[in-house]
């Protein structure tokens, strides 16, 4: 059986959206890999490479905002490929797109699909792992400020002479 024009170039852009879905697999993977070694810093207090990773992660998401757009693009060129006709609504989701596609085509986009929805399923995960982690360390640190603050303006005793002492100041060296 012959293939259609249009089947050809739905396949096509298909296999377009395809390398525009691996593409973002890879780097929502390149994410889960920066948050699990931000984990790891977290938990070894390693505040350098915590702050590194999190510069890291700040520049993948910037990447994931243009590769949002591409993969749209992908999205909108197999659709007027299929001669869905959504050019004044928002893009088909994926799932529905498939249904439209060729089987081997379906199933690869079905496949991406899946595997980016278990990584960011797992990005979210660590995200909150990591919340949960900066949460504790930030109430160590102001459990010990707190303490700091208690001993160095308590009132003086045993002894001393009120009238010769000042009040207590309190410095913090930043680089401690």
Do not use: W
Request: hydrophobic letters at 45%; aromatic letters at 2%; charged letters at 25%.
């Amino acid at each position: 059986m012959a293939v259609k024009t249009d089947d050809k170039r739905a396949v096509k852009q298909a296999q377009e959206l395809q390398r525009a879905l691996q593409a973002d697999l890879l780097l929502a993977k390149q994410m889960l890999c920066v948050l699990n070694a931000q984990t790891e810093a977290l938990i070894a207090g390693d505040h350098r490479s915590v702050a590194m990773m999190e510069r890291h992660c700040r520049e993948l998401v910037k990447e994931q905002a243009v590769r949002d757009g591409v993969r749209e693009t992908a999205v909108a060129a197999v659709a007027m490929a299929l001669a869905l006709g959504v050019h004044d609504g928002p893009p088909p989701r994926l799932s529905d797109l498939a249904l439209q596609l060729p089987l081997p085509e379906a199933r690869a986009v079905l496949a991406l699909r899946r595997q980016i929805l278990s990584t960011h399923d797992h990005i979210r995960r660590a995200n909150e792992r990591n919340r949960a982690l900066l949460e504790n360390a930030l109430d160590c640190v102001e459990s010990t400020l707190d303490t700091i603050r208690e001993f160095a303006f308590r009132k003086p005793a045993y002894g001393a002479n009120p009238n010769t002492l000042t009040s207590a100041t309190l410095c913090l060296n930043q680089t401690a």
